[in-house]
């Protein structure tokens, strides 16, 4: 019997192109067989003995590691709950063991305006993010203009140390260390420190849905009776 995600797979491949979403689903299959062998390693737990503790057979357990197989969400649960981990270990090409350490002293600082403007990403960088998580510095009296992202791009800043203005085209608002704002992040925007000290902030910028989870057809825009979103 095909797995769910199979079966998935399938429907997609045949309804298009299905070059690209092979690929994708191959590249799943390794990922998940890749890491289900590491953690299996990392316990020194042979096939039997996941099989006995999963209940999911050494045979189907085999074939996932080899990539083989995609299993379903039902037989990934009972594996990762023999294995102690998220099931979401099983998708990670970082953090296999449920966090990852990012060393202060290893960070990777982006440097700008003559080192009067910096960033430090908090997360780990490499793979396409849903939210993206940085430090922030900017020196006294110094203004950094923003970088416009897609319509849809969201940032949520707090400050941790001094104080903060933050323009949205041509509004202004005066943050205070512990202050929070939240704005759109494809609208013109830009942070200047007022003070005569350093300023700290900490920014969450949550990128645009890529596809959007609704789309209205071309031939609905004229039709006001079929001007409703469906799912894609």
Known sequence: MNSPLALVRDAVTDAHDGASVAETFDGLEQLVGVNLARLRAERQLSLDALARASGVSRAMLAQIESGRSVPSIKVLCKVAAALKVSVAAFLRRHALQGFEHLPADRATRVVSSNGRYSARPLYPEGEAATAEFHELRIAPLHTEA????????????????GTLEVSVHDQRQLLATGDAILFDADQPHSLRNPGDTEARAFRVTVNAETPPRWDVPAAAADDPARQRPSPV
């Open 146 to 161: 923003g970088v416009r992202r897609a319509p849809g791009t969201t940032v949520n800043l707090v400050v941790s140390e």
